[in-house]
C-alpha cells in the first residue's frame, strides 16, 4: 500500500522557475540548469524504480521522507514497512563506473575517461539507517530491525569493488535485482515486532513528522530582484509576458487562451518569494497595470486573506 508518494521536491520546482525566470546571461545561470538537471535525472531515476516495487504489496511504502535528527534532518528516497522489519532504499542514478577501494573511498570513472570523488552511498545509507532507530526510539516505536540498501536505478552502472569488500554485496543492488534482494531479506526476518497498533502508529507517525526542505535558493545563487522575468507564462509554449485582452489571457507567440493562466505564475511567485502577496505585489509580478483587475483575481482565488486597504495580504498556498 502507498502510503507517501513520490512528487518532484520544492527544491526541483523551486529550480525549474529559476531556469524560467533568471535573465540567460546571469553568471549563476549555468550552475542553476546543472543542478537542476543532476536533480531531475535522480527523481526519474527513483520513479523508475518504484516500478519494480509493485510486487510486494504487503509493505508500506513511503517515498521522500524528511524526518529530524537531533539539530538537523535526515532525508529517505523509499521506505518499505512491515511489521516484521523496515527497509531503507536510497536509489542512486548514475553513470559510468562506481569504484570502491579498500578504504572505503569511491571514484566516479566517467564515461569521458574523466574521474572524480564520489560520496559513499554506503556510509550514506548506514547513517540513515541509525537516525532512523534513534528517531524510532525516541518516538517510542518498539524496536524493529532497519535494512538498508542501495539500488542503482541506471542498469549501466559498473560497480568495482575488492574482492575483500563485505559491504558492497552487501549494500548495493541495480534495480532489477531489487526484487530477489527483497525476498532474501523478507526470509530472514520473519517474526512481527510490531503488533497492529503499534504498526499504524508508526506509519502514521513518519507520515505526520515529514518535514518538506524549503531551501532559499535565491540566496544561494545570489539572485536579486531585478534578475528574474516577470510576467505571466504561457504554459503550452513557456513565452513571457502573456498578455490580458478581455477578461481572458492570450499568449502573442503560441495564442493560446486561458482565464486562469495567472495562476501557475502565481505557483512561481510563492516558489520564489513565498506565500504572501499583497495586491502592488501581484499587480508588479504579473504585469497587470490595473489594480482593481488584480483585485478581482485574488478575490475570485478564494484565499485567506490579513489587513485591510493596501496593507491587505493574500496568503497563497504552500508549495508541495
Ligand atoms: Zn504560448
Redesign the pocket.
Known amino acids: 500500500m502507498l502510503i507517501k508518494e513520490r512528487t518532484k521536491s520544492v527544491r526541483i520546482k523551486k529550480l525549474e522557475v529559476m531556469q524560467r525566470r533568471i535573465i540567460r546571461h546571469h553568471p549563476r545561470y549555468l550552475s542553476i540548469e546543472d543542478e537542476l538537471s543532476g536533480r531531475l535525472a535522480g527523481h526519474f531515476g527513483e520513479q523508475s524504480n518504484d516500478y519494480f516495487l509493485k510486487p510486494f504489496r504487503e509493505f508500506s511504502v513511503l517515498h521522500d521522507l524528511r524526518l529530524t535528527a537531533h539539530e538537523s534532518y535526515f532525508q529517505i528516497d523509499t521506505l518499505l514497512l512491515s511489521p516484521r522489519y523496515l527497509l531503507n532504499l536510497e536509489v542512486k542514478y548514475i553513470t559510468g563506473t562506481l569504484v570502491f577501494d579498500h578504504l572505503n573511498q569511491v571514484i566516479r570513472l566517467k564515461d569521458d575517461g574523466t574521474e572524480e570523488a564520489f560520496k559513499n552511498p554506503i556510509f550514506q545509507v548506514k547513517r540513515q539507517q541509525s537516525h532512523l532507530i534513534e528517531w524510532m526510539a525516541r518516538n517510542r516505536i518498539p524496536p524493529i530491525p532497519v535494512r538498508s540498501l542501495v539500488v542503482m536505478s541506471n542498469t549501466r552502472t559498473i560497480i568495482q569493488a575488492p574482492p575483500s569488500s563485505k559491504d558492497v554485496p552487501q549494500y548495493i543492488t541495480h534495480s532489477p535485482y531489487l526484487q530477489e534482494r527483497i525476498k532474501i531479506i523478507d526470509k530472514i526476518y520473519s517474526v512481527e515486532k510490531l503488533n497492529k497498533r503499534e504498526f499504524g502508529k508508526l506509519s502514521k507517525m513518519l507520515v505526520q513528522h515529514h518535514t518538506p526542505e524549503n531551501p532559499d535558493l535565491l540566496k544561494r545563487y545570489q539572485i536579486e530582484e531585478k534578475d528574474i522575468i516577470k510576467g505571466v507564462y504561457?504554459?503550452?509554449?513557456?513565452?513571457m509576458p502573456?498578455v490580458r485582452q478581455y477578461r481572458t489571457w492570450i499568449?502573442?507567440?503560441?495564442?493560446?487562451k486561458a482565464h486562469d493562466l495567472h495562476l501557475p505564475t502565481l505557483e512561481d511567485y510563492a516558489l520564489l518569494y513565498g506565500t504572501t502577496i499583497t495586491n502592488k505585489q501581484f499587480c508588479d509580478f504579473l504585469q497587470v497595470s490595473s489594480r482593481h483587475v488584480a483585485t478581482r483575481l485574488l478575490s475570485d482565488m478564494n484565499l485567506k486573506q490579513t489587513g485591510s486597504g493596501k496593507g491587505r495580504v493574500y496568503h497563497l498556498p504552500e508549495p508541495q
Open positions: 504561457c504554459t503550452e509554449c513557456f513565452y502573456v499568449c502573442p507567440k503560441c495564442s493560446h
